[in-house]
T-cell receptor, first 112, second 111 residues
Framework: RKEVEQDPGPFNVPEGATVAFNCTYSNSASQSFFWYRQDCRKEPKLLMS???SGNEDGRFTAQLNRASQYISLLIRDSKLSDSATYLC?????????????FGKGTKLSVIP | NAGVTQTPKFQVLKTGQSMTLQCAQD?????MSWYRQDPGMGLRLIHY???????DQGEVPNGYNVSRSTTEDFPLRLLSAAPSQTSVYFCASSFDGQEAFFGQGTRLTVV
């Protein structure tokens, strides 16, 4: 079974804190990786794609370690608006393989 | 650009009733899929399609049918609703290996 495993959470952090989420994936053939954000009672939305070289988008940094099959997301200077569930996603294992496998998500609550 | 449009947003069914959840996308994506999301279970794949005329089962297909007559539309049919199908349903579409775009979801309650 192809799985994506995430920290169970929940993470309760004060405003301004740095928080890190970790994720492992079992399918070594996976070729695309993402972090999604899901607000309560809403659909998941793409936060950022994850590249082998690592990538940064403002306060968010994502890292991929293919050897360890490990993905991370770092959020610096947490804001109240960052409170959400974060989903780790792996997919695209081979030509024409479209399926995305989602982790169960980690809930983040940023506290004033 | 509408993206992925899902209807209805809310539905209450009686046990044994049938219904169709509609999903349409205007991004010319080959890949479309249906997920259900239950508390503590994450997103689970029900059925998916890699193009018009092609569908396949996901992780939890029982009790659901799909068809893909056009690139744009991918309806999900509940054949005989059961309380275990109470859930939030999401339709998604994407290109091969690229990010998925989701519809707003359908909250279904079966009583």
């Amino acid at each position: 079974r192809k799985e994506v495993e995430q920290d169970p959470g929940p993470f309760n952090v004060p405003e301004g804190a740095t928080v890190a989420f970790n994720c492992t994936y079992s399918n070594s053939a996976s070729q695309s990786f993402f972090w999604y954000r899901q607000d309560c009672r809403k659909e998941p939305k793409l936060l950022m794609s994850v590249y082998s070289s690592g990538n940064e988008d403002g306060r968010f940094t994502a890292q991929l370690n293919r050897a360890s099959q490990y993905i991370s997301l770092l959020i610096r200077d947490s804001k109240l608006s960052d409170s959400a569930t974060y989903l780790c996603v792996a997919g695209g294992s081979g030509a024409g393989s479209y399926q995305l496998t989602f982790g169960k998500g980690t809930k983040l609550s940023v506290i004033p | 650009n509408a993206g992925v449009t899902q209807t209805p947003k809310f539905q209450v069914l009686k046990t044994g009733q049938s219904m169709t959840l509609q999903c349409a996308q205007d991004m010319n994506h080959e890949y479309m899929s249906w997920y259900r999301q239950d508390p503590g279970m994450g997103l689970r794949l029900i059925h998916y399609s890699v193009g018009a005329g092609i569908t396949d089962q996901g992780e939890v297909p029982n009790g659901y049918n799909v068809s893909r007559s056009t690139t744009e539309d991918f309806p999900l049919r509940l054949l005989s609703a059961a309380p275990s199908q109470t859930s939030v349903y999401f339709c998604a579409s994407s290109f091969d290996g690229q990010e998925a775009f989701f519809g707003q979801g359908t909250r279904l309650t079966v009583v």
